[in-house]
């Protein structure tokens, strides 16, 4: 169990003992918008790859 | 860089490209993966064998199939599906270069997908750790994959940020998501030549 301090300890608003870190579920998680950039640059080229081709090609 | 060979899915080869064949052969992945301490790089991680043993401890599995009241204690890795999502390549998905003497009319598409890896722990570190393993395979193998997958494409899209689970208390998740695309292509092939089907229309015309 991690204790007030620790490296696993999720950090906390002073006095309000509400942690910062996001609680989610794990069946309605979506990825973040970081990740959904790049599935939407994946989403955005036709194509896909053909065996030998480079990653510029479709761009 | 560890080796890991996984035989191509049968299953792909007698009925295509299902979302649960794929689940199935990303779980089988990282079972053999870390069942194993000379295919697991991080020192931290080879303590943390997988067998199919109730005992074994790491949990190697799908999310659906995830007990958190009997296996949130332990550390895991789940892999998860996302949508499938068909892309059009062209008008009504028809593929212009085919074209059957007989009528058979050729179609194509693709479907975009994606799958999601978590890495479970009580303890953050370790969840990371897990995330990065599973991260690092999938960037290195993804060649291979996308060959035994039979995908067009197979990119790791990102390794995301890390939250609490609501489903078991006090337990990290570190999501990693790859995505993939898979042609599709099929044909329409009519059970009467064009013609003769002309001629029934009109001889049964008003």
Known sequence: MAEPGDADAAPTPEGSGTPLVPVKSLYDWTPGPEVRAALARLEATPGGWQEGDDDDRAG | ?206
């Open chain 2, 1 to 206: 860089m560890t080796t890991v060979r996984v035989e191509a899915p049968s299953g792909l080869q007698m009925t295509g490209h299902y979302r649960t064949i794929v689940t199935g052969y990303f779980r089988e992945w990282f079972a053999v993966h870390f069942s194993k301490e000379a295919t697991i790089e991080h020192p931290n991680l080879r303590g943390l064998l997988w067998s199919e043993e109730l005992a074994s401890k790491l949990l190697v599995e799908t999310l659906m199939r995830w007990h958190p009241a009997k296996e949130g204690h332990r550390p895991a890795l789940l892999v998860g599906p996302g949508a499938w999502v068909p892309r059009r390549l062209g008008i009504d998905e028809r593929n212009m270069n085919l074209a059957g003497k007989d009528g058979a009319v050729y179609h194509e598409g693709e479907v975009v997908g994606t799958h999601t890896f978590f890495g479970l722990s009580k303890v953050y570190q370790e969840a990371e750790i897990l995330a990065g393993e599973a991260y690092r395979e999938l960037r290195r193998f993804g060649p291979l994959i996308r060959q035994e997958l039979f995908l067009q494409r197979f990119e790791v899209a990102g390794l995301d940020k890390p939250f609490k689970v609501k489903e078991a208390q006090d337990t990290w998740a570190v999501p990693v998501t790859v995505a993939y695309v898979i042609n599709e292509a099929w044909q329409l092939v009519p059970h009467t030549p064009f013609v003769k089907r002309l001629g029934a229309a009109l001889t049964l015309g008003p």
